[in-house]
């Protein structure tokens, strides 16, 4: 019997079904449970409202019928886009079995397919219903088998009739192998419990099948992602299987055991089956099976292969997929070739006819669908992998990676492309239905092209210099779609004549070149770019005479090499332009740090959105979007799409948060964070209160350290504040573990993460975000916790990443990239070192580091904002400083699924990231590992510490000394003594108001101030300007006292404070008093005051808001965050940054210009929004992004200016397309949310709602149905 007709017999067996319950209709129950999820764009809709029959129904705690499993966990198919499904792997839910006797050691929970993200199963489409009911005949059918192989685990008080037809309705229904042309095949339902009766068989029986499993998971319950391409085999096993006892069912072949953990951890070499259509799999529109009449193997000549998921893999019926003519170029070199496969299988012969690299006749051996081996010239083996890549602009593309050191072939070509010893080529041939795509099979023609233009001679490439642009005149956006930008190897694909190898370069300047490597006479050809604002994929060329070409750009993203095609067709006549001429051509990805190939400056414009996985969605044909793109634009995800406790199909179940834990070697000590005794530095935040100084409250305090990983059993809790604005500080240390792992700054909304993890190492990070991308997880940062306004927190409960234990130092006397940067050497850091660590190190090294003001605050947050310190002036501020970032992201494979990459950001590698990443803020490009900044030599004359102080009062008369008036003159004084600094010098007087005595005596003399006044000078004492500043300094506060200090180095001046000197500082974890509104602005409302406008302007506005708060004292304000309603507190008037005489000024950082050119940084407490804008905000346009207040309007404005803002959201959109990466008022936020209420002020007030336990046990519950 031939298998189609085996498979008509399967089908026929299925067909006249009996009993149906139907799954649309209310025929089965009358439970009004209304759907509570429906994703539009997924099935239709009267499909999803689903009713199961009563029989599956129970009664929740209040008495009311509930169905099992919940309706709305169907027609779910998370991010997938309209019609489509894509299933790459399928995850296998395993139980070792200890509660059904009689049954299978392994028994089955289910065989769920799902979208692999990259590395997991869980992004699975439930529910893809097409009319398919649950045929309950199979219960009585196949009962024997489901018994043995899947039982119903009673603990969960199910019946197997409602465990099967969950199983069935959420999951089988969308189960499908994959066919040819990207269709996939959707297994009817007895299909479909055949396949997995064979899979669980396969696990039971084959010790190697479950030898592999067992070395993934070492757990009873178990579910590892497994092959489509091993549930296509174990289907093809049960073809003509008719028989319903356990010994009849039947075994996989041994090759399809193999395959079943084939893809290992590298999901993107296993393509996704695209379900498409709703095609059902018969015997009429099957997939087709495919014999390779060239193989040898009996194995493989009796076993049926269906071809896997190469979209157009199959011409015909009987033809190769690899018949006819490839034209080829090196991806590498600058060869173009000519890959001649054998018209058939049949010969074994490829002849390959190419300039470079291989000039001869190879001979094959097809090894899989995708593999051949080659055998090039006498007995020289080279190992090959050939792969079919998805067709583009009519032509059909494919690649080759051989390895010619004799090893076996790469695993993919993203493997390939990293591999010393690879050749890789990308192959191009015209798609058999393309009309008038012909180019010639024929020799490559060694002569030189027909038409030669020599408007601009050159002798090769090295030798040209500075070109003369061709300026812009042509309609639409100058330059090119982000996508186009970079250096491309092209072959043109249209015509009959070839002239090898050319190379196409477009730069960010509007500019594009033609040239012809093997033509090196030929004249370079250049045009000016632009494109249309509505089709980014409409290129205009413009040549220097005038011609206007117009080109359609398309663009397939592949991991580290992508390829493209530009179709050109001419407007003018002119013999220079690009008259009909179609390009196929091929380039690294910008910003691939892991392409060993022509990734120098050319390719790396990362410039709005051409890094590798926008690129995808800027150009690529809609088709091919990955799904959470929005549309055909480079939008960046807006509206966000976190899991929540709600979405069972998204939210971690205990298995899957246990196997993170596994990944995180939770074994190995997370130790080191105990400050254990002054004056040793504390390496993390110190909270409040905290045991011991301990940070974290002590957590860890425990030998083995902290634990791995944290997470809320009970949602109920992390829903909850962790902290109580009523408890004493000791009350804070019976927190829940949880609540210590995430302490940070006092909260305003509440955000709990679910999941707190604490990574050792980069492959810990990775684990993390690949997490986190499965689960749709919304992804925080936090090193120590101090940043200000929430930024290290997400809401929907998260998962944070806290990466305090990634302390690795490194010193390097030269900076590789360019040792002129960093004349003193670098220190490189691991993301989770706070200042007083680096100063500890550095001092060994006799270098300073430009910090920060405070001990205990994170280099990464530091540097990310902005960063100003004690050596800012004559140092730089911290974003002058960094040379290297090393940051983990998530972007997309070929298939849209979330991959981590890691990027290198510096002035050569991705430096539109490394731009953005100095001053742009906030944990939104990535997670960072490391960061490299510059050394400095400790100033001739050490580092010089003044600190004075003065006091008074707020006594209103003239005569006061020290009183109100006086303060008037004293802020003149200030003023000038500020405006005289030079870059030696750096600030930090803090202005602090107590009304501790106000509230008993109601008199404002008892109203005292005191001016704490700390600065450094970079230099020795006896420096004529040390003395003179100092002595400015005494006559500003009219002071005689003077601290005065020398040290070596800044860890020596750390080490000398007394051991209460930080307690101003630790990490408050107490949520704000007042939810944020315009009254209760959060934090500190901060000013970046230029020279001018401190000169003209300060002592007035000073002045203004100290009169807030006298104002206040007479009608206190409940809304205020002081206690008694007062808008006092204190003010930090910073001169530690760039504006001091003589301090550089480099501009080629993502800061504000008024950061940049600040004198000083005004940071003033409890005022609300319209008095700031009524008096600091006056001061000057911009605040800082680190010290600023948690409500704010036009925040993109005030931080980077509206300009910035959108170079800084097109980095963003480039290297964080899905918008894992979120943070309250970063980059990639809503600006026109003051506020901080992502989810909407509604969602906002509710979040603090109890959910009812029970409920949320369910959730947990609910997939062990
Ligand atoms: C007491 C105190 C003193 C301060 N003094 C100064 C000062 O003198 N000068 C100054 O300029 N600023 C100062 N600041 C502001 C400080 O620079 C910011 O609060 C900064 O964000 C803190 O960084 P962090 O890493 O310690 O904090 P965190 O809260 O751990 O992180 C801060 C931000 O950086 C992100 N982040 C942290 N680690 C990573 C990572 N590995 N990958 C990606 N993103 C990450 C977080 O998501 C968050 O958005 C001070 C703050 C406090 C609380």
């Known amino acids: 019997m031939t298998w189609h007709a085996q498979l008509a017999l399967v089908l026929a067996l299925v067909c006249p079904a009996t009993a149906w319950c139907s799954g649309k209709s209310d ?476 190379q196409w370069n477009f730069t960010s300047d509007g500019q594009a070149s033609l040239r012809w490597p093997n033509y090196p006479s030929r004249a370079v050809q250049r045009y000016s770019v632009s494109h249309s604002d509505e089709d980014p994929s409409l290129v205009l060329l413009a040549s220097a005479s005038g011609t206007i070409t117009t080109c359609r750009f398309q663009f397939q993203y592949q991991p580290v090499y992508s390829y493209a095609v530009l179709d050109c067709g001419s407007a003018g006549d002119n013999e220079e332009d690009t008259q009909n001429t ?129 997470y809320y059993e009970d949602i109920a809790e992390m829903q909850r504040p962790c902290f109580n604005q009523a408890d004493p500080p000791a009350v804070y240390n019976t927190a829940s573990d949880m609540c210590k792992a995430a302490v940070h700054q006092n909260e305003y909304r509440n955000w709990n993460p679910f999941i707190v993890v604490f990574p050792l190492n980069e492959r810990h990070v990775v684990a993390a975000l690949n997490f986190a991308a499965r689960h749709r997880l919304c992804i925080a940062t936090a090193g120590t916790g101090h940043e200000y306004n929430s930024r290290n927190s997400c809401p929907t409960g998260g998962i944070l990443i806290r990466t305090i234990l990634l302390k690795d130092k490194t010193f390097m006397p030269t900076w590789h990239e360019d040792s002129t940067l960093a004349p003193a050497g670098a220190f490189r850091f691991g993301a989770g070192s706070t200042f007083a660590e680096m100063h500890a190190f550095s001092k060994d090294y006799s270098r300073v580091i430009s910090s920060g003001w405070c001990s205990t605050v994170g280099m990464v947050g530091f540097h990310l904002g902005g960063g100003h310190g004690p050596f800012a002036p004559s140092m730089g501020l911290g974003v002058d400083n960094v040379l290297e970032i090393e940051v983990l992201q998530v972007g997309r494979n070929t298939y849209g699924q979330p991959v981590v990459h890691k990027k290198i950001a510096s002035r050569n590698r991705n430096p539109q990231l490394f731009w953005a990443m100095r001053g742009g803020g906030g944990s939104v490009w990535g997670v960072v590992l490391s960061m490299t900044i510059r050394a400095h030599p400790v100033p001739d004359g050490g580092l010089s510490r003044v600190y004075m102080s003065q006091t008074g009062t707020f006594c209103p008369d003239d005569s006061s000394k020290f009183g109100y008036q006086w303060l008037r003159g004293m802020w003149t004084r200030f003023t000038a003594w500020q405006l005289s600094l030079n870059q030696k010098v750096s600030t930090q007087p803090g202005f602090f108001i107590n009304t501790t005595l106000y509230n008993e005596k109601r008199n404002l003399c008892s109203v005292t101030w005191e001016f704490k006044f700390e600065y450094f000078y970079a230099g020795g004492q006896a420096e004529r300007d040390y003395i003179r500043f100092r002595d400015g ?78 104002k206040s004292l007479k009608n206190p304000d409940k809304t205020s965050p002081d206690v008694s309603g007062y808008r006092c507190g204190f003010h930090y008037l910073y001169t530690s940054l760039t504006g001091n005489l003589g301090s550089t000024q480099p501009g080629d950082t993502a800061i504000s210009p008024g950061f940049r050119s600040a004198l000083m940084l005004w940071n003033a407490r409890t005022l609300t929004t319209q008095q700031s804008n009524d008096t600091v905000y006056k001061l000057g346009p911009n605040s800082y992004f680190s010290e600023s207040s948690y409500v704010m309007h036009n925040w993109t404005a005030r931080y980077w200016g509206e300009k910035a803002y959108e170079q800084l959201l097109g980095v963003k959109k480039a290297h964080d397309p899905g918008n894992h990466f979120w943070c309250h008022h970063c980059v990639g936020d809503n600006p026109d949310d003051a506020f901080g209420e992502p989810l909407g002020a509604a969602a906002q007030a509710d979040f603090g709602d109890q959910p009812d336990a029970a409920a949320q046990a369910e959730f947990v519950e609910q997939d062990k149905l």
């Not at 793109?629 to 948060?657: M, Q, V, Y």
């Not at 596994?662 to 080191?672: A, F, I, K, N, Y």
Request: contains cysteine; negative net charge; charged residues 20%.
């Open 1033 to 1110: 300094l005494k006559d500003v506060l009219q002071t005689d006292t003077v601290w005065e200090d020398n040290y070596k180095s800044a860890y020596d001046y750390l080490v000398s404070m007394p051991a209460d000197k930080f307690t101003l500082v630790p990490v408050n974890p107490l949520p704000a008093q007042h939810p944020p509104s315009d009254v209760a602005t959060g934090s500190q409302n901060s000013v970046l005051v230029s020279r001018q406008a401190l000169k003209t302007k300060f002592t007035s506005t000073m002045m203004d808001v100290l009169d807030i708060c006298v």
């Open 27 to 502: 025929a089965c129950s009358s439970n009004p449970i209304p759907l509570r999820q429906f994703n539009a764009l997924n099935y239709q809709a009267n499909t999803c409202n689903l009713k199961w029959n009563r029989g599956c129904t129970s009664l929740d705690k209040h008495g009311a019928l509930q169905q099992k499993p919940p309706p709305y966990s169907l027609c779910n198919s998370g991010h997938q886009p309209a019609g489509r499904v894509p299933v790459d792997a399928y995850t296998l839910s395993l139980q070792n079995n200890n509660f059904a006797p009689g049954s299978a050691r392994w028994t089955l929970h289910g065989l769920w397919p799902g979208s692999v993200d990259g590395t997991g199963g869980k992004n699975q489409p439930y529910g893809c219903l097409n009319g398919e009911d649950f045929n309950e005949t199979i219960l009585t059918t196949f009962d024997g088998l489901l018994n043995y192989f899947w039982p119903t685990n009673a603990k969960f008080n199910n019946t197997m009739q409602c465990f099967i037809l969950s199983e069935w309705m959420k999951h089988g229904t969308c189960a499908v192998i994959p066919g040819a042309d990207g269709t996939a095949f959707r297994l009817p339902q007895e299909d479909y419990f055949r396949t997995a009766f064979v899979i669980a068989n396969e696990f039971n029986e084959s010790p190697t099948l479950r030898n592999q499993l067992l070395e993934k998971v070492k757990l009873d319950d178990v579910e590892p992602l497994i092959s489509t391409r091993c549930v296509q085999c174990a289907y093809l096993a049960t073809v003509g299987w008719t028989g319903t006892d356990v010994a009849s069912v039947p075994r996989m072949s041994g090759d399809c055991i193999d395959q079943c953990f084939e893809c290992g951890d590298f999901w993107d070499t296993c393509p996704p089956a695209q379900l498409e259509s709703t095609v059902m799999l018969n015997s009429s529109n099957a997939p087709r099976e495919k014999r390779d009449s060239s193989s040898n193997s009996n194995a493989t000549a009796s076993f049926p292969l269906l071809e896997f998921a190469m979209p157009a893999f199959m011409s015909s019926e009987n033809s190769s997929p690899w018949e006819g003519t490839w034209r080829s170029f090196g991806a590498e070199e600058g060869g173009s070739g000519k890959f001649e496969f054998a018209q058939t299988f049949t010969d074994n012969v490829l002849t390959v006819t190419t300039d470079s690299p291989y000039p001869r006749t190879c001979t094959y051996e097809r090894r899989g669908p995708k593999e051949l081996v080659l055998r090039c010239g006498g007995d020289h083996l080279e190992d090959c992998l050939v792969q079919r890549l998805p067709d583009i602009g009519g032509l059909e593309a494919a690649f080759l990676a051989c390895n010619h050191t004799g090893e076996p072939a790469p695993a993919s070509f993203y493997a390939a492309m990293d591999t010393k010893g690879c050749g890789n080529f990308l192959m191009f041939r015209c798609k058999a239905s393309a009309a008038g795509c012909s180019f010639s099979p024929d020799s490559i023609s060694a002569s030189e092209p027909k038409t030669e233009t020599k408007t601009e001679p050159e002798s090769g490439f090295e030798s040209e210099s500075k070109p003369s642009p061709v300026s812009h005149f042509q309609p639409g956006i100058a330059g090119a779609p982000p996508a186009l930008l970079g250096s491309w190897r092209s072959l043109q694909v249209d015509s009959d004549y070839e002239e090898g190898l050319a």
């Open 582 to 710: 179609k390009w196929a051509m091929g380039r690294c990805n910008p910003c691939s740090a892991h392409c060993r190939y022509s990734c120098g400056a050319e390719n790396d414009f990362c410039g709005a959105g051409s890094c590798d996985p926008a690129e995808s969605v800027e150009a690529a044909s809609v088709d091919a979007l990955p799904s959470l793109f929005d549309n055909t634009r480079a939008t960046l995800k807006d509206d966000h799409d976190w899991c929540t406790p709600e979405d069972s199909g998204c939210w971690p179940t205990k298995t899957a948060i246990r196997k993170l834990e596994q990944e995180l070697d939770p074994t190995v000590p997370r130790l080191g964070l105990r400050w254990h005794s002054y004056p040793d530095p504390q390496p993390a935040p110190v909270p409040m209160g905290s045991i011991d100084n301990q940070s974290f409250y002590g957590l860890g305090n425990a030998p083995q350290g902290l634990k791995a990983l944290y």
